[in-house]
């Protein structure tokens, strides 16, 4: 098992910027590839961004690219999400997930937190 908690969601306007944290406790977290998703109200939870278990790979959806920047530490069992430039449509609740590999799909993760909301006012 792996437990996540997301943390550092908030209120921005827009242009703004914020870092969500994602701590991981259980199972070896270096194991794992990271990702991040996030949900709308009223649409599907949607991929943004994934780092490889080394940290070497990091994939990112074509709306966030030169924005938004994954990291991840794994002294500190921890994934960061920089958040730089937001925009109103970055609003949604942002999820953490853990699985074998990076991808878009949400039902290939095996973990998952359970949210921070992020609001981008404009």
């Known amino acids: 098992q792996v437990q996540l908690v997301e943390s550092g969601g908030g209120l921005v306007q827009a242009g703004g910027s914020l870092r969500l944290s994602c701590a991981a406790s259980?199972?070896?977290?270096?194991?794992?590839?990271m990702a991040w998703f996030r949900q709308a109200p009223g649409k599907e939870r949607e991929f943004v961004v994934g780092?490889?278990?080394?940290?070497?790979?990091?994939y990112y959806a074509d709306s966030v690219k030169g924005r938004f920047t994954i990291s991840r530490d794994s002294a500190k069992n921890t994934v960061y999400l920089q958040m730089n430039s937001l925009k109103s449509e970055d609003t949604a609740v942002y999820y953490c997930?853990?699985?074998?590999?990076?991808?878009?799909?949400?039902?290939?993760?095996?973990?998952w937190g359970q949210g921070t909301q992020v609001t981008v006012s404009s």
């Open positions: 997930a853990a699985g074998q590999v990076i991808q878009a799909g949400a039902a290939g993760y095996d973990y």
């Open positions: 259980g199972r070896t977290f270096r194991n794992y590839a």
């Open positions: 780092i490889s278990w080394s940290g070497r790979s990091t």
